[in-house]
């Protein structure tokens, strides 16, 4: 068995190769690109022996890990985080960072992260360009508020962006270049939302299909939007073992900080994917006047006061949600597989 270990940049892909004695077999440098890697793959392959190798999670990580497990290896994406904390370094460079991931691959110590399949990795994507999107259009629409502000004009319509605020906004005196940008913006603000609209219209043809998003979205404050987006974000929910497994994997958990009979908490810890979080806060914020949450939700808003009371509560309730999620969707997955073990779960099934 040959363990390699993989460090990633935007010229190089550094190459440590090492047996199970430790012994350094290769020590080279390719480009990270298709055909280099195929050119690697064929280089080790005359050692005539199994590939086990490990690359820091970064962008550029997956194609090499997919390009290379299709050759024939075994590679697992690392946690970057956690790989320095189990081998800190005094000196850091490319090469070192290599011979660490490819010891710790012979050691068996590699903290690889879950890797969504293709399919997942698909819908997230989708779900996350339609969020870049709609920011991009509130970022071009807080520019034109702002252009107004800079010239005194006052904005007396409810909906600036709708044909009576159109109106307003030809007649406005506002000076060059700010009116060339002002109509720039508007049209810019039009094409956006002819995508968008694209977008949704395909993220509601999926979601009709999934099989999470409908459970989802019988949770307060979580429409088919957030809800593809959030079944996007958990891929399977089987990988987590229980309620605060699935909380941790949002980040909305405070860091933890313990030493003897200190016991502190920090920020956020912020791991995992923002888009969760981002969903899981916009769902707290709806399900805030829902019934269930309401009380508590006030409750810790007047506790902590108005400059943080109410993102605080917020956060809370986003935590409250996640676990409810984890319930109805394992509760779901475990009723398919005892129906039927060896079926696909379908959406006509009665809930």
């Keep these: 068995m040959l363990y390699a270990g993989l460090d990633l940049s935007r010229q190089k892909l550094d190459v440590h190769i090492l047996d199970e004695t430790g012994r350094t077999v290769e ?32 962008n550029g990580a997956r194609f090499v890990h997919d390009t290379l497990e299709r050759l024939g290896w075994d590679v697992q994406i690392a946690d970057a985080a956690k790989a320095r904390g189990l081998a800190p370094l005094a ?12 010891e710790l691959a012979r050691r068996e110590l590699v903290p690889a992260i879950w890797l969504p399949d293709p399919s997942v990795r698909a ?24 252009t107004l502000i800079a010239f005194g004009q006052s904005v007396p319509v ?8 159109r109106e307003l906004l030809a007649s406005l005196p506002i000076p060059e270049p700010w009116a060339t940008t002002l109509r720039t913006s508007l049209r810019l603000v039009d094409e956006l939302e002819t995508e968008i609209g694209a977008c949704e219209a395909e993220l509601r043809a999926m979601g009709a299909h999934h ?26 929910i089987g990988r987590f073992a229980g309620p605060k497994r699935l909380t941790g994997y949002t980040g909305l958990c405070p860091a933890v900080y313990q030493s003897g009979l200190s016991d502190r908490r920090g920020p956020l810890a912020k791991t995992g994917p ?46 409250e949600l996640a676990g409810a999620i984890w319930y ?22 009665p809930q």
């Design 27 to 58: 020590l080279l440098a390719v480009h990270p690109d298709a055909d280099a890697l195929r050119t690697l793959a064929e280089r080790i392959g005359r050692y005539g022996q199994p590939v086990e190798a490990a690359i820091e999670s970064m």
């Design 274 to 319: 923002k888009y969760l979080r981002w969903a899981l806060i916009e769902a707290a914020t709806t399900a805030a006047r829902n019934p269930r949450y309401h009380d508590r939700y006030e409750r810790t808003k007047r506790r902590l006061g108005k400059q943080r009371g109410s993102k605080v509560a917020r956060v809370e309730l986003a935590r």
């Design 91 to 102: 000196a850091k460079t490319d090469k070192i960072d290599a011979r660490v991931l490819a």
């Design 211 to 236: 099989r999470y998003v409908p459970l989802l979205m019988t949770v307060p404050g979580v429409g088919w939007v957030l809800a593809y987006t959030i079944a996007a974000e958990i891929g399977d």
């Design 123 to 146: 819908e997230r994507e989708r779900a996350r360009f339609r969020l870049y999107l709609v920011r991009y259009r509130t970022s071009l629409k807080n520019r034109i508020h702002a």
């Design 158 to 165: 409810s909906d600036l962006f709708g044909m009576r605020g």
């Design 328 to 349: 109805i969707l394992t509760r779901a997955r475990s009723r398919s597989e005892r129906e039927a073990p060896h079926q696909v779960w379908s959406l006509d099934d």
